[in-house]
Structures are given as C-alpha cells and as structure tokens.
C-alpha cells in the first residue's frame, strides 16, 4: 500500500509552491503597470529623435560614424540586456541563444544583468564589462553614463562595431528578441519614388552636427531598448507565474485524487482484514 503519508506531504509542498508562484506574480503584475506607464511616452521620445537623427545622417557624406559598405567588422561589441533575476520564462534564453549564433570568436560582451554575465561566462565568452543595477527605477542619467562608456570604446577604436542586444515588446503576451546596430550607423537608401520633401539645411555641416548629436542618438536608443526590455521582462515573469500557479493548481488537484482514492482502497482494506479476522474467529 502507498504510503498516503508521503502523498499528503506533497500536496502540502505543491500549495506551498502555489502561493509562492502566485504571489511572484502579483508582483510582476504591479512592477508591470509601473514601468508600462513610461513605455508610451518613451516611444513618443525615441521617435521624435530618429526623424531628426534620420534627416541628419541623410544630409551627411563621411563619418566615423556612419558605416563603409568595403569594411568587414573584427571585433564587434555585443550590449546584452537581462535581467538579474530568473524565472522569466523564456526572456533571458531567447536574447541570448540569438547572440551566440551571430558572436565571432574575437567578439566581446558588455552584460546588462547576471544572467546575461552567467550565461556567456557558461559558454566561455569575454566579458567586457557588467551592469548589474538596471531595474525598473532606470533613469535617463543612468542611461547617458553607459552611453558615454559605449562611445568611449568605439571612439577608442576598443571595437569597429557595436550591436545592442534588447527584447521588443509587443504586447502583454509577445516578446521579440531583437539585435540592433549601434555604431557604425546605416544611412537609409532614398526611394526614387518617394515623395518631395522639405530640404533641411545643417550649419555648419551635416557631419558636424552629427558628431556633435550622436551623444542624443546612443543615449536616447540605450535609455529606450532598456526600458522596453525591463517592460518584457515583468510581462513575462507574470506570464510565466501564472502558468506555473495554473499547473500547480491541476496537480495539486491530481494529487488530492490520488490521495483520496489509496486513503479509501487503505481503508476498504482495513475493514476487508477486520471482517476477515470476524469471520475466522466465529468459524472457531
């Protein structure tokens, strides 16, 4: 016969399990709505400073920062953005395994929270550098002072290319890992149908103000890709609490079956053996 001793203690384990998971994700639930405030207005930013940058980098010829199509890149760096924190789903695995697909073997790593330095120290990359007090408090300040280290080492010529690492959020459910170009920046063909536009005139060159901006450029794209990750990062952890609450719930409700069907056969046994020895007595 099981022992029913064992069962109960498990179910026991499994609510425990339960009120963990769920309260996890009520937390991520409230960390969401906070951050998620801020997602609307930073997008508003981030759009309005690539229509400027975008007209800037159209009207400039020649820049270290605007990418050659002849020159083949050695050493890129590769700013991944984690979270510190586990149990996300799949946030953290999927920017991930995307960038270890596309590292070379001279590439280097900046990690933006311990699961990003755990993972590519597993897989016996370098790493560069590591952030680890990005959480939902970001702030802009924050941003521009790893703005200016990423600038630092591509103006250093540390690294010829410099690819941000971040996850999209689409909505409450869907997240997209994405890989975006830092440096050297991609000047966008023209359309030859597109339509007149208004022509802007930079003083005293296109190039000077691009190098003069780019400070706004790189710090507006950090401060964004790792407000839209923290964003990801809590829709999905709830996502993922509330799926692990939901199956513990059904096998804790597969385990009480369980445990009432062996605690009645225990008992039909019991009351089997008494009557048996019953019977074998009165048969003296």
Excluded at 45 to 71: G, H, M, P, R, T
Excluded at 121 to 133: A, S
Excluded at 199 to 214: C, I, K, Q
């Amino acid at each position: 016969m099981p022992n029913l001793s064992n069962l109960k203690s498990e179910i026991a384990n499994v609510k425990d399990i339960g009120k963990i998971t769920s309260a996890m994700e009520l937390v991520a639930t409230a960390k969401l709505k906070r951050v998620a405030k801020r997602i609307g207005e930073v997008k508003i930013y981030v759009a309005e400073v690539y229509q400027v940058f975008n007209e800037i980098i159209s009207s400039s010829q020649k820049s270290i920062f605007l990418a050659d199509a002849n020159k083949k890149f050695s050493k890129t760096l590769w700013v991944v953005i984690n979270s510190n924190l586990g149990l996300a789903g799949g946030y953290n695995s999927n920017i991930n395994k995307k960038v270890l697909q596309e590292m070379k073997d001279k590439d280097e790593i900046l990690a933006i929270g311990q699961k990003a330095v755990n993972y590519f120290k597993e897989h016996k990359k370098t790493i560069h550098d590591q952030i680890l007090d990005v959480d939902v408090n970001f702030t802009n300040s924050r941003a521009r002072e790893i703005s200016t280290e990423i600038l630092a080492k591509y103006n250093n010529e540390v690294f010829d290319e410099i690819q941000i690492c971040y996850t999209k959020f689409i909505n409450n459910v869907t997240f997209e890992p994405t890989l975006l170009r830092l440096f050297p920046i991609i000047k966008k063909p023209e359309l030859k149908d597109q339509s007149p536009k208004i022509l802007t005139t930079f003083e005293p060159s296109a190039e000077e103000v691009l190098d003069a901006s780019v400070m706004m450029y790189i710090n507006t794209i950090v401060f964004g890709t790792i407000v839209e990750s923290q964003v990801s990062e809590q829709a999905s952890r709830r996502t993922a609490m509330e799926n692990a609450t939901k199956n513990g719930s059904e096998l804790c409700e597969e385990l009480s079956i369980l445990y009432n069907r062996k605690r009645q056969d225990a008992i039909t046994q019991e009351i089997t053996e008494i009557v048996g020895g019953a019977n074998a007595q009165n048969e003296k």
